[in-house]
């Protein structure tokens, strides 16, 4: 099949997966095609096991909902990227078996293969995803995720019962939803309070409560998430995003892979020193983050600039220190 015939086929099973269908008219117009060829697509996606519907009365087309995907033939590449969908809706907290997107990999695997299970296992044998750390999601929250991305689209502003580290109770407060964030493990969402009028982070997994608050709102025509979030560590912000301060940490010899092997950061760059050891440099909007993986990496690297960052990790160093003297005993 060439590849424009098989982007019209596959538009047409979209425009068939539609609750309400297609007219074969309407479905012509859009993908540009003849009625004989109409009707050949049609009669071709029957044979490869699509059941499809179709209304005599407005020539109406539709593929019933979970009978789209009843037969596919997969080649071991594209079996193994499904697979990989798999294990990455398994680990991600904001996921849980039975969300749509776990839902959809189930059915395009039980229409490639006729043992799911058996070809998912398979693939953890020689390709792992892990993620080890996660969001714990209590299960009244597993709607949290599907409620805000339906707001989001619609551009409606939100009221959410959002519970902050160490407090009891979660007060509503309404915000406007710029979109949703996925940083090393964490979701995260994006909004305008319209208390103070700040774009805020939020959680996910502390949101108890999403409620419509009625009101539509509008983005600014300039803004874009890529933009917001690149001169971030990770998804904090503090004032102007474009603002960067320049950090520079040194690695010490024999660690110097820590940072050569992996793009930390889009603004990362290195030049190796006379005495052996590294000089990475970061163009961050921020510290906080960039702190932890410093300590993380603590015994071999250094923070050299700015030197809020070099006071800010003194004083956790001698606080860490305090904790670990005389041994055992706290």
């Not at 033939?73 to 749509?100: H, I, N, Y």
């Not at 108890?208 to 539509?216: C, M, S």
């Not at 950090?247 to 030049?271: C, D, F, N």
Request: one cysteine or more; charged letters at 30%.
């Amino acid at each position: 099949m060439g590849q424009g015939k098989s982007q019209k086929m596959h538009e047409l099973i979209r425009l068939m997966s539609r609750p309400s269908g297609v007219e074969r008219e309407e479905a012509q117009e859009e993908l540009g095609i003849s009625e004989r060829t109409f009707f050949r697509y049609v009669d071709h996606l029957r044979d490869e096991g699509y059941d499809i519907d179709c209304e005599r009365g407005d020539q109406r087309y539709r593929i019933p909902e979970g009978a789209g995907l009843s037969r596919m033939e997969l080649e071991d590449a594209e079996l193994t990227a499904v697979g990989l969908m798999r294990q990455f809706f398994e680990v991600q907290g904001m996921f849980p078996t039975g969300s749509e997107g776990l839902q959809l990999v189930e059915r395009i695997l039980q229409g490639a293969t006729s043992d799911p299970e058996r070809t998912a296992q398979d693939l953890k044998q020689f390709i792992l995803l892990e993620q080890k750390y996660r969001p714990i999601i209590p299960s009244k929250q597993a709607g949290v995720f599907k409620k805000l991305l339906s707001r989001l689209r619609g551009r409606e502003s939100v009221k959410i019962a959002y519970r902050k580290p160490g407090e009891v109770s979660a007060p509503l407060r309404e915000v406007e939803p710029y979109g949703l964030i996925l940083v090393r493990g964490q979701w995260v969402m994006l909004a305008l309070d319209r208390k103070d009028r700040e774009l805020k982070n939020f959680y996910l997994h502390r949101i108890l409560q999403v409620h419509p608050a009625g009101r539509q709102f509008t983005i600014p025509e300039d803004f874009s998430l890529q933009e917001f979030f690149k001169n971030s560590w990770g998804f904090f912000v503090y004032g102007d995003p474009n603002s960067t301060v320049e950090v520079k940490v040194l690695v010490e010899p024999g660690w110097t892979h820590l940072v050569s092997e992996t793009m930390w950061h889009p603004s990362q760059t290195t030049r190796m020193l006379d005495d052996g050891w590294m000089e990475a440099t970061f163009k961050l909007n921020c510290v906080e983050e960039i702190k932890l993986w410093i300590m993380s990496n603590g015994a071999h690297m250094k923070a050299v600039a700015p030197p809020e960052l070099v006071e800010s990790l003194r004083k956790d160093v001698r606080r860490m220190t305090e904790f670990y003297k005389g041994g055992a005993d706290w």
